[in-house]
């Protein structure tokens, strides 16, 4: 039994998902699959969707323990709301990571996710956040996450620009998320991608059988 309880704290919650998210000129994009997976080995769904609206231009896609996750969002919502009714505005995008953070750190004993959030606001246009495990906040033009990112690295290293367009980095992302998830066996199911600029959000799905293909089945 003891032995039991060990390798259960060591192997911990499996995080089989692929988020992402990339800057381009004037905007972000934010993606991710939608399987969701029971420690890694049975698929209990594949139409989740993992990324999360949080206010009007602020997403965020989630990895790790599904449950935990949606919690921490959950008031990250209510937390965001009530600082906007405040300030008489819509809050920036560090703020909507910032409270992630604080959330993830003071119960960093107890959770078991990470996060991606993007978003534009006006006065730094478009961010990227990560918030990892235990609460660290680091900030970047392109991040990658979840068990499916570990095959697309050197895709992400090689083929992504500062200052791309639109365009470019819809497929850029595209790609990404095809190839962790035609490697990766607990990514699968739908694209999610979303589109954050000035002018609002985006939301496009793209089904399993339309995304690109780069190798035999």
């Not at 000129?25 to 698929?43: C, Q």
């Not at 991606?116 to 990560?130: E, F, L, N, R, S």
């Not at 918030?131 to 970047?140: A, F, H, P, R």
Request: include cysteine.
């Amino acid at each position: 039994m003891e032995k039991r309880i060990l390798d259960s704290q060591i192997k911990g919650v499996s995080t089989g998902t692929t988020i992402l998210a990339a800057t381009f000129d004037g905007g972000v994009v934010i993606g991710s699959d939608s399987r969701a997976s029971m420690g890694g080995e049975y698929v209990s769904s594949k139409t989740i969707n993992k990324v999360i609206q949080v206010h009007d231009r602020i997403f965020c896609c989630m990895a790790g323990s599904l449950a935990d996750a949606q919690a921490v969002l959950k008031a990250a919502k209510f937390h965001l709301s009530f600082h906007s009714v405040q300030m008489e505005s819509s809050p920036q995008v560090i703020a909507a990571a910032s409270v992630l953070k604080e959330l993830c750190y003071e119960n960093k004993d107890e959770l078991q996710a990470g996060f991606i959030t993007a978003g534009w606001d006006k006065k730094k246009g478009p961010q990227i956040y990560v918030v990892s495990l235990g609460g660290m906040l680091i900030k970047q033009e392109v991040t990658i996450g979840g068990s499916g990112s570990t095959y697309i690295y050197g895709y992400v290293d090689a083929k992504y620009r500062p200052n791309m367009s639109r365009e470019e980095c819809l497929q850029f992302a595209t790609n990404a998320l095809a190839l962790a998830m035609g490697r990766d066996n607990v990514s699968g199911g739908v694209a999610h991608l979303v589109v954050i600029t000035e002018s609002g959000a985006e939301h496009t799905v793209v089904p399993g059988d339309k995304l690109p293909k780069f190798h035999d089945d």
